[in-house]
């Protein structure tokens, strides 16, 4: 699967963006997708996901939890993050990720995804 991500840019802290990820060659319903994030000098960490099946299909961050909403369009197979309430601490590069091979308990881990897109670039001044 190939997967396209777009809508970073600068933002003042308080306000908002929305990044968009498409995918391309399979389903998105097979797969765990969502994103993370790497700001300079710091490891790639988990933000948010939305895991095939069961009732509670989206997962967040601590850190994220109320400013940010992960969601989906089937049509279009495309994963959306709006981020809402920005801080500086946000700004990073973003990645949306995807996994066919997960658990609930890896489901946060960066190295347990084989598809990446390219990351998008979201920075937040104060």
């Known amino acids: 699967v190939q997967l396209q991500a777009s809508g970073g840019g600068s933002v003042q802290a308080g306000g908002s963006l929305r990044l968009s990820c498409a995918a391309s060659g399979r389903t998105f319903s097979r797969f765990f997708v969502g994103w993370f994030r790497q700001a300079p000098g710091k490891e790639r960490e988990f933000v948010a996901i939305?895991?095939?099946?069961?009732?509670?299909?989206?997962h967040y961050a601590d850190s994220v939890k109320g400013r940010f909403t992960i969601d989906r369009d089937n049509v279009k197979n495309t994963i959306y993050l709006q981020m809402n309430s920005l801080k500086p601490e946000d700004t990073a590069v973003y990645y949306c990720?995807?996994?066919?091979?997960?658990?609930?308990?890896?489901?946060?881990?960066?190295?347990?995804?084989?598809?990446w897109g390219q990351g998008t670039l979201v920075t937040v001044s104060s």
């Open positions: 939305w895991s095939r099946g069961g009732s509670n299909r989206y």
């Open positions: 990720a995807a996994s066919a091979r997960v658990i609930m308990s890896t489901m946060t881990l960066a190295d347990y995804y084989d598809y």
